[in-house]
Every structure is written in structure tokens, then in C-alpha cells.
């Protein structure tokens, strides 16, 4: 099949943060691409702001913590509608400040244990993605969204 998607895609940057205790900070989107399921914290680059600080300024709007941004841990190209494409780069990140809240387009923000990351609707390939790092493990298939 021919590639239908933009010759510049939207970037996009998110943060993968495991706490000590080996849970997973995951929001509950509040907007589409994917309105209500979880995903990593992230979203739109603007414009001249470099990948890993828009993924810092994500995690503070959407989850009310200040990170460090460590390495870059995967990036995937998402269709989108229309033909828009998003180029996602999610990085390793440590909270060093802040308090846990939903904001910005969070419904909900919080800490996640690998049962709870295997049962709840996770956006696109995310899933792949975290059986891929040992953070799920069981790649079970992804829950039925209208549950």
C-alpha cells in the first residue's frame, strides 16, 4: 500500500517514568488521537522548542511534575485522520519536583503497576512498546475500549 501520510509529520514528544517502586506514570487522555484511553504523558512540539523539552513541558501540564529528560527510549510514526501523520519520540524521564494532578488534556494522571498497564486500553503500539522494555510481562492483546 503506498504511503498516504505527510511529507512533514507532526512531532511529538512523551516521557516514559517508572517510579522505585516499578509503576508507570500513565494520563488518561482527554482529546483525540485516541480521546480515553491511557497513554504516556506528551504531546505537540512547538514551534522552536527542541523534542526534549516539549516532552519536559508535557509532563508538567499534563501530570503537575518537573522531570529530567534522559534517553530517547523509541519513536513511531502514527496515522493519523486526513493523512496527517505524528512522529512520536519518548524519552526516559526522573521526577525531580512537583505534585501529581491532571491538567491541561488529561482526564486522569497516575501511577500505573504492570496488572493495571496489561488490563486497561493503551493507545496504539504503546502496548508493543512496553514489552519491548520488560515493563509489561505479558503482551496481552489491547481491552475492548467500549467496556
Known amino acids: 500500500m503506498p504511503y498516504r501520510g505527510t511529507v ?13 517502586d516499578g509503576r ?4 488518561k487522555r482527554g482529546h483525540d488521537p485516541e480521546k480515553g484511553r491511557w497513554s504516556v504523558p506528551g504531546g505537540h512540539v512547538e514551534p522552536g522548542e527542541s523534542i526534549r523539552d516539549a516532552a519536559a513541558r508535557e509532563v508538567l501540564e499534563e501530570t503537575g511534575l518537573r522531570v529530567e529528560i534522559g534517553d530517547e527510549m523509541w519513536c513511531t510514526t502514527i496515522p493519523y485522520r486526513d493523512g496527517e501523520t505524528f512522529e512520536i519520540h519518548d524519552f526516559a524521564a526522573t521526577v525531580v519536583g512537583g505534585s501529581l494532578r491532571a491538567g491541561d488534556d488529561a482526564d486522569e494522571a497516575r501511577w500505573m503497576t504492570r496488572d493495571d498497564l496489561e488490563h486497561l486500553p493503551i493507545v496504539a503500539t504503546l502496548r508493543d512498546y512496553f514489552h519491548q522494555e520488560g515493563l509489561l510481562s505479558v503482551n496481552h492483546p489491547a481491552p475492548n475500549p467500549s467496556r
Not at 512533514?8 to 522505585?20: E, S, T
Not at 508507570?24 to 494520563?27: C, D, N
Open 8 to 20: 512533514n509529520p507532526v512531532l511529538a514528544a512523551g516521557a516514559v517514568i517508572v517510579d522505585d
Open 24 to 27: 508507570v506514570l500513565m494520563v
